[in-house]
């Protein structure tokens, strides 16, 4: 298990569409190496998610965990480790959210996206198995914007007010606890 270098915004390779992975190269072991350095990353930079193009390969692979009280994100509701290799996400209501989203790729930034507030996963886990799991809400905003950096898209591309940009200390300062920001109750 290694930590690895953290892309940041302006590197190219965030900006690619990464490719998919074979049944065959995932169970390799230089795909699963990536995918336990994937969770020691996201967890030592105390990331919600991070995906592989973040890490320099773009390859589409992407690990999302929210633990109960995440110390970057204690308004977002828990999600269990989640592997998730050629993930398509479906949206299955029109419904939409706001919210404010970082990410680790750029620093000390947030800014409000609009997102798919119900949406449909479907995966193969690290085993090659497939899934799917359907999200709702804050959750569904942590799969789309993990899923987005797998077809080169950060969530500045989506701030579409950008006087909502803050820095980490002035959302807790300035933001966190008005009526401006929205949980899963602002669901529309
Ligand atoms: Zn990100």
Redesign the pocket.
Known sequence: MALLKIAEVGNPILRRRSREVSREELLGPTMQTLIDDLIETMRDAD?A???AP?VHLPVRICVIEIRPNHPRYPEKEPIPLTVLVNPVVTPTSDATLESF??????PNLRGRVRRHADILVRFWDRAGQEREVRAHGIQAVTYQ??C??LDGR??VDRVTDPTSFTTWRNYATFVKDSKDVAVPAAVR
């Open positions: 990331g998610g991070i995906a973040q989203e970082g990410c680790l790729s750029v914007h993990e987005d950096h950060l969530f």
